[in-house]
């Protein structure tokens, strides 16, 4: 394998473009993940692409190394913003709303949910929605709807996503606030205390909607038997929420 | 992708080691190419890692979007092409069928056509006076002027001419038109004058 050849195939670049633009939704960006994987294929006489021992695909290894290169980039991405002053000086809560709301985009209301999952905020909701107010003023380049976020009483970006397949997901949409917080710290515990198989097929299937076959192939199972072992840990899961008092309203 | 969960119970962000997975290892993990001992070492760091995490499943995604995209071989009798093809088949006979065996069953169909009497025309009707003509040259010289003017008649065995025709004086005399009526391989012939 040579390589620059490699490098220069149109095969690669649009691999490379493509899994920047499915990365990034902001065109500069997205161009900017571009430079930045090309010049770290291109690092060390290429040192990258030379460490390929031909002992998976190509095109998986591909893959892999690209998406190295962007999770990295994103990390540059992420390190080198900075939570505006007015928002740092109100403290840890306050920066992590900013970053659920201002880059990751979730809600003001979903970072309430999130905060108190991580015992970062133990008001009540109106005392967060009072305190919230200077974070929603704070300038939010990523997320121009930031400032307005809220205005009309509904949450702009609601980030609605498609739960039907996902059941636990489905079971956390539909509870109220109180009884979520408690559902995501039950299934927290849950998957922490599961074998770990078990726990990277919950995750690469119920975390990150990957197919159970997939998900079955890195697990090292047919697709089918995954299939019924998620089955299982599902049952696992609903005995714990419900030991909990917590059914589906 | 379900937020709630992806938050929930993605690997937690606990001080990570510089110790990472290698790419290739990552790649043969998907591909699930791994044996059972080292599968169990990289599952226990992909549960503590979010950076080998993130890597691994967005290389699932990817590969998975690829292959999506990609035609997929399959043998020849199972294209949709192959099925679609079967069913207009299947539904040309279920429909056609009837028609067809209706078409062989009926007698042939009879052709009735007026054409304007030209000299072709008057050339052939009048190299003799006989009503029942039976010389196939004759026959056959009828035959290609009536293709040549649009008539689909594939072939002739006798024609018969109503009366005999003679040519008109007058130069600027009446047009005339030529009745044809054809059924099974006979053409009756008629000369009339054109109003």
């Known amino acids: 394998m040579d390589p620059e050849k490699l490098l220069s195939s149109s095969d690669l670049l649009v691999k490379i ?233 | 992708m379900g937020k709630w969960m992806n938050k929930t119970i993605n690997p937690s962000v606990v001080p990570e080691s510089e110790d990472h997975i290698l790419i290739e290892d990552l790649a043969r993990l998907a591909e699930g190419a791994v044996d059972a001992a080292e599968r169990q070492h990289l599952i226990g760091h992909l549960n503590r890692c979010q950076r080998c995490y993130q890597i691994l499943q967005e290389t699932l995604v990817d590969v998975s979007a690829e292959a999506s995209m990609q035609p997929v071989s399959v043998p020849w009798w199972k294209t949709r092409m192959f099925y679609a093809l079967a069913v207009s088949i299947v539904l040309v006979l279920l429909i056609g069928g009837p028609l067809a065996i209706k078409h062989w069953i009926q007698s042939p169909p009879v052709i009735v056509a007026s054409l304007d009497l030209d000299q072709t025309l008057k050339d052939i009707l009048l190299e003799d006076d006989a009503l029942r003509w039976e010389k196939k040259e004759r026959i056959n010289r009828l035959l290609i002027a009536l293709q040549q003017r649009g008539l689909e008649v594939k072939d002739l065995n006798l024609v018969l001419l109503s009366k005999p025709y003679y040519q008109k004086k007058s130069l600027f005399g009446p047009k005339e038109v030529l009745h044809i009526r054809i059924e099974n391989e006979v053409a009756y012939l008629e000369v009339k004058e054109k109003d």
């Open chain 1, 17 to 249: 473009e493509t899994v920047c633009k499915r990365r990034f939704s902001a065109e500069n960006d997205q161009n900017e993940c571009y430079v930045y994987v090309i010049d770290g294929l291109k690092a060390d006489n290429f040192q990258r692409l030379r460490a390929f021992k031909g002992k998976s695909k190509l095109n998986t290894y591909l893959y892999s190394l690209i998406n190295a290169l962007v999770v990295d980039f994103r990390r540059k991405q992420y390190g080198r913003r900075r939570v505006p002053a007015g928002v740092a000086k109100l403290g840890k809560w306050a920066e992590t709303v900013y970053r659920f709301v201002c880059w990751q985009k979730f809600t003001f209301d979903d970072a309430y949910d999130f905060l108190r999952v991580e015992g970062l905020y133990t008001g009540s909701y109106i005392q967060f929605i009072q305190e919230i107010e200077p974070i929603k003023k704070a300038p939010c380049r990523e997320n121009p709807s930031f400032q307005s976020l809220d205005e009309t009483g509904n949450s702009v970006l609601k980030n609605i996503n498609d739960v039907g397949a996902n059941p636990l997901e489905f079971l956390i949409h539909k509870l109220d606030n109180e009884r979520r917080i408690k559902a995501i710290k039950v299934i927290r515990a849950t998957t922490a205390a599961l074998p770990e198989e078990d726990q990277l097929l919950v995750r690469l299937v119920y975390g990150s909607d990957q197919s159970v076959t997939a998900a079955a192939k890195v697990i090292g199972l047919a697709a089918s038997t995954a299939g019924k072992r998620l089955k299982r840990l599902l049952t696992k899961y609903r005995e714990k929420l419900l030991a909990e008092g917590i059914r589906e309203p």
